[in-house]
């Protein structure tokens, strides 16, 4: 079992940033992935950017070049980046984890096991 605890969000203005952060805790696979995805009011949960357990990261293609994933194993801690933030970055971003069983992580919803409960990024212009 792997909980997942996310904090970093808040309010900012439009061209700000944010840091977000997802403690994980319980056994987490030595072979694995972490992902952060978010979820805008009225839309479906989308991928924002993952990383495996060696680092390798992949992010959506909309997203590259201003969100920046990263982990500290030995914090037990993910995190998210997010830079030259807009409105269009208003949603509740969600870490999630899974065993890796293929080259790349998997980037639906639908094949993460464990999730965090959410931290609201709202973004003012």
């Given at each position: 079992q792997v909980q997942l605890v996310e904090s970093?969000?808040?309010s900012v203005q439009a061209g700000g940033s944010l840091r977000l952060s997802?403690?994980?805790?319980?056994?987490?696979?030595?072979?694995?992935c972490m992902a952060w995805f978010r979820q805008a009011p009225g839309k479906e949960r989308g991928v924002v950017a993952t990383v495996n357990e060696a680092g390798s990261t992949a992010y959506a293609d909309s997203l590259k070049g201003r969100f920046t994933?990263?982990?500290?194993?030995?914090?037990?801690?993910l995190y998210l980046?997010?830079?030259s933030l807009t409105p269009e970055d208003t949603a509740i971003y969600y870490c999630a984890a899974r065993?890796?069983?293929?080259?790349?992580?998997?980037l639906a919803v639908s094949n993460y096991d464990y999730w965090g409960q959410g931290t609201q990024v709202t973004v003012s212009s």
């Open positions: 970093g969000g808040g997802c403690v994980y805790s319980g056994y987490i696979y030595s072979r694995h994933i990263s982990k500290d194993s030995a914090k037990n801690t980046q997010m830079n065993p890796r069983y293929s080259t790349d992580c998997a």
